[in-house]
């Protein structure tokens, strides 16, 4: 019974990141009458010897980190807001969850309408007399409002997550700290917050990993730059590396991709044991 679903997850996931593996140790520009050259580090050596690539690989590592706490803080507080079951509370989960649902392509050229210096906002700043801000044409400025366009799309998902595990929290432990008289923060913070740790976990893991393979919302939003200073390794990628026929550069910078995603998750989930563990030692 499970043999269909190993074949799928191999044929889907393991041979291409295994292909991705070889080719980064290779010369190759894709064409199959041309066989792969074996040049051992060299890519790699290409890789991390560019001034360009190492800032773009800074930007990447600053839109996953700083994104995905404030996608996470955003997501935990509105759950906290709308865990109650009513009609309101019930159509703000269905307002929150729908930027998810536009394809990423379609957020960014929406807010390409709404923070570009022709846009919605910087033509209501000009009519009051005001100066335009430049939200996507200066490098600082883009950056921060390229995380605040990818956070405001993406944390819809990680609030149904956390209201599945405000959900799960013990309404007897709830009930206990609230005869002990414990105030509310009191009771997040020694009843909910620990309840919320797994939640906690797979919503930063799952969200730093989208953060880091963000491509689609820079193609429309800023097209990288300006400055290159919006370029993420994914856009650098599949935008740069692999029309110019460079497969093993390409190849190289995905495996770091996948390296950095196994590394976000390992030490995620390395922090949380040890908080377990010291939570034990303390019991």
């Known amino acids: 019974m499970v043999v269909p679903a190993v074949l799928v997850y191999v044929a889907l996931l393991v041979v291409p990141v295994g292909y991705a593996f070889y080719y980064s140790f290779t010369e190759y520009n894709g ?109 600082n400025w883009a950056l921060w409002s390229m995380i605040f366009v990818i956070a405001w799309a993406l944390f819809g998902v990680q609030l149904i997550l956390y209201l599945a595990g405000l959900q799960a929290v013990s309404t007897d432990l709830l009930e206990a700290a609230r005869i002990d008289g414990a105030s509310r923060w009191q009771t997040f913070r020694s009843v909910t917050w620990p309840s919320l740790a797994p939640t906690v976990t797979a919503a930063i893991i799952t969200s730093g990993i989208s953060l880091l ?49 196994a590394v976000l998750a390992i030490t995620v989930l390395v922090i949380r044991r040890r908080a377990e563990n010291d939570a034990e030692s303390i019991g």
């Not at 998810?100 to 960014?108: D, E, K």
């Not at 929406?110 to 801000?133: H, R």
């Not at 994914?234 to 093993?248: K, M, N, T, W």
């Open 31 to 139: 064409f199959p009458t041309r066989v792969p050259e074996f040049i051992g580090l060299e890519n790699y050596q290409t890789v991390f010897s560019s001034d360009d690539m190492t800032g773009t690989m800074v930007t990447t590592g600053v839109i996953a980190v700083i994104g995905a706490l404030v996608v996470n803080l955003a997501a935990l507080g509105l759950a906290l807001l709308l865990q109650k079951p009513n009609r309101f509370n019930t159509f703000g989960r269905v307002v929150m969850f729908y930027p998810h649902v536009l394809s990423a392509l379609v957020v960014g050229f929406l807010w390409q309408a709404i923070l570009g210096p022709q846009g919605v906002v910087n033509t209501m700043l000009e009519k009051v007399g005001s100066d335009s801000l430049p939200f996507l044409s200066d490098p």
């Open 213 to 261: 393979k963000t491509y689609d919302v820079v193609v429309s939003l800023t097209g990288g730059g300006p400055a290159g200073s919006t370029k993420t390794l994914a856009y650098q990628i599949l935008a740069v590396s692999f029309p110019e026929r460079d497969i093993g550069v390409a190849s190289a910078q995905a495996v770091l991709l996948i390296l950095a995603a």
